[in-house]
């Protein structure tokens, strides 16, 4: 019997077929909405932002604004030529150009030079709280998987844990600018953004933590112990290894999160401008740590709301964008590319 | 006989050797046990002496208690919270291991334990054998590398994996894998090897194997075996025990278990009537 004349499997249209077929349609259009949505938003930055991070002649990027310091910007009229030209650049005209000298030029702050300051002050920023993040995190998660006794207190713990991530993140800047920077005297410093931004993170990375911990099958626990290793010898041996892809997993996330944050690091770490890289003018070593940075979001910030909007602030905010968005790009992949070494090296 | 125990953790970080006793005298003395899981009793009053280099075997109806029982001897029940030896004593040459002062670590060097799904460490062969060797600080290497031979040819397993040591202990099959935990377990010399369904999830070839293995290892080890194969047990063992619903119904040597069992109740189990 041939599949075109009637039979018992055939099928019928029905309420049931066409709810099935609306469903379908409904996730897919959601899906491409998203995938749509995100498309704009990194085109946008990517294709306003390309105008000032790439040059149209060799080497084809913009070299000064990734290794300089913000200055202001000068726009002014010379001999007919409408021209625009950074601080330094301006006032080493104004002496090789005398007759310049009475030119009025305009000025737009923070619109000329580069952003090599706040490029540092981020990656410094990133790589001391997740530091502090993981540290913290993996040995909370640690303690409250395999030590702590299961009962009412761990539960609230975990629940005190998860209530943390809902903390808005202003409310972390609060925080920190309280304890680190009044309390405990630190001052805006590296290490009050560090110590905020780590506590802001904390949640992500001790639930990832924990999780990754759970996967490690009990038998490898079990082994362990049965052949008379302690407890921390079977978790540093035979857990934990085996844990760390997991749990570097969740340190992208926070690592996303930690450079794109504004509100924890504007009391904490960030200055809006500052003359002096990190490394400058230190006498000791503590200096180092007690020093506030400047950093990509916060400039962002600073460029979008605290000056007069125009074209050209609008240059350095998308470029300012655009690199960020590729730092933290760049510092995902490292992370990406160390958790498949480890995911190879203790596969199980 | 007043024994210094043995089970307390010694300052050199080395076990203290232990004079044996002689073939055939209690090694183990379980002595009216109960055991509680929380406020629920899966034991109850326990009376049992395992003999040396000898191979006992627990035999019974899922759920009588035979595997908790097993676990206690290598105190593997403590990472279990809530549970507890109650009214009675285990012994290891006269050491009750339940005693505050026993270093379950000790203990555990001494008894080692086979689990029913085999749990190769993710690791090298050779790493896994050692791994029981380095965590009591032994590193040499040649000293490590005899001691990987001696065990892997111990279990039987040296001719198929003596090309490869260094892959992972994950490739191998599932009675290999087997045959690498007991090689694990009898790396560390324990005295005694608690085997729990070993079996189990073996295939019929991989499974002649490991009960040859048995037979091997009863010259050196003393074992005690939890299995649900009657008739493994009946090949392997030197003297049964009989358990229902957390009480031990009868221990003998297994030939009378099994040809002429005093209960009627071991009768019933052993003719298949039930279980």
Request: proline share 5%.
């Amino acid at each position: 019997m041939s599949p075109s004349t009637r039979h018992e499997f055939q099928s019928r249209p029905s309420a049931a077929r066409r709810w099935e077929s609306a469903a379908l349609w409904l996730f897919r259009t959601a899906t491409y909405v998203i995938l749509i949505c995100g498309v704009l938003v990194f085109g946008n930055i990517v294709f306003k932002g390309s105008k000032t991070v790439f040059t149209t002649t060799a080497p084809f990027i913009n070299v000064p604004f990734f290794t300089e310091a913000p200055e202001s910007l000068y726009v002014f009229d010379y001999q007919g030529q409408k021209r625009e030209m950074g601080d330094r650049e301006f006032r080493a005209f104004k002496a090789t150009h005398p007759e310049a000298k009475e030119i009025k030029a305009e000025s737009y702050v923070y619109s000329a030079g580069g952003i090599f300051p706040c490029i540092v002050g981020t990656v410094l920023l990133v790589l001391g709280s997740m530091i502090i993040a993981l540290t913290l995190g993996v040995s909370a998660a640690v303690y409250l998987s395999e030590y702590a006794k299961q009962g009412r207190a761990v539960t609230l713990i975990r629940l005190a844990i998860l209530n943390l991530a809902g903390v808005p993140s202003i409310v972390f800047g609060l925080f920190g600018l309280g304890l680190f920077v009044i309390y405990l005297d630190w001052n805006v410093s590296l290490l009050a953004g560090w110590f905020t931004l780590a506590f802001m993170v904390l949640p992500v990375v001790i639930t990832a933590s924990e999780e990754s911990l759970k996967a490690v099958p009990k038998g490898f626990r079990e082994g362990s112990l049965a052949l008379g290793a302690t407890k921390w010898q079977t978790i540093r041996k035979n857990v934990l290894p085996y844990a760390l892809p997991g749990i570097l997993t969740s340190s992208i996330l926070g690592i996303a999160r930690v450079a794109g944050e504004t509100a924890p690091i504007m009391f904490t770490a960030a200055y809006v401008v500052r003359d002096k890289l990190p490394w400058e003018g230190l006498t000791t070593v503590s200096d180092f740590f007690f020093q506030g940075v400047m950093a990509l979001p916060y400039h962002i910030y600073v460029v979008s709301s605290k000056i007069p909007q125009n074209e050209y602030t609008e240059r350095v905010q998308y470029g300012t964008a655009f690199v960020f968005l590729v730092i933290v790009a760049l510092i995902a992949t490292c992370s990406i590319v160390l958790r498949n070494k480890l995911r190879n090296r203790y596969k199980w | 006989m007043d024994i210094k125990p043995s089970f307390t953790a010694p300052p050199s970080g080395r076990s203290i050797p232990v004079t044996p006793s002689p073939v055939g005298s209690t090694l183990i003395d379980i002595d009216h046990v109960d055991f509680f899981y929380g406020a629920s009793q899966a034991l109850h009053d326990i009376n049992l002496k395992i003999e040396e280099k000898k191979v006992t075997a627990f035999i019974g109806p899922s759920g009588c208690g035979k595997s908790t029982l097993l676990r206690c001897l290598n105190r593997m029940n403590d990472l279990i919270d809530g549970t507890r030896v109650a009214n009675g004593q285990i012994k290891i040459r006269g050491i009750d291991i339940y005693d505050p002062s026993v270093d379950v670590i000790e203990l555990r060097k001494r008894v080692g334990m086979v689990f029913q799904k085999s749990n190769p460490f993710p690791k090298s062969i050779y790493e896994n054998i050692t791994y029981g060797l380095r965590l009591q600080g032994r590193s040499n290497k040649s000293d490590l590398d005899a001691v990987v031979e001696k065990s892997l040819r111990g279990a039987a397993l040296w001719d198929e994996v003596k090309d490869r040591l260094h892959s992972s202990g994950l490739g191998l099959s599932g009675g290999q894998q087997q045959r690498l935990c007991i090689a694990r377990a009898i790396a560390v010399e324990p005295e005694v090897i608690l085997m729990d369904e070993p079996c189990s999830a073996l295939d019929p070839i991989a499974t002649v194997k490991v009960e040859e293995l048995i037979q091997e290892l009863r010259t050196k080890f003393t074992i005690v075996i939890v299995t649900h194969n009657m008739q493994q047990a009946a090949r392997c063992s030197d003297k049964t025990a009989f358990f229902y619903m957390g009480k031990l119904i009868e221990f003998a040597d297994t030939r009378a278990i099994f040809m002429n069992p005093a209960n009627a109740q071991t009768e019933a189990y052993v003719s298949g009537r039930f279980g």
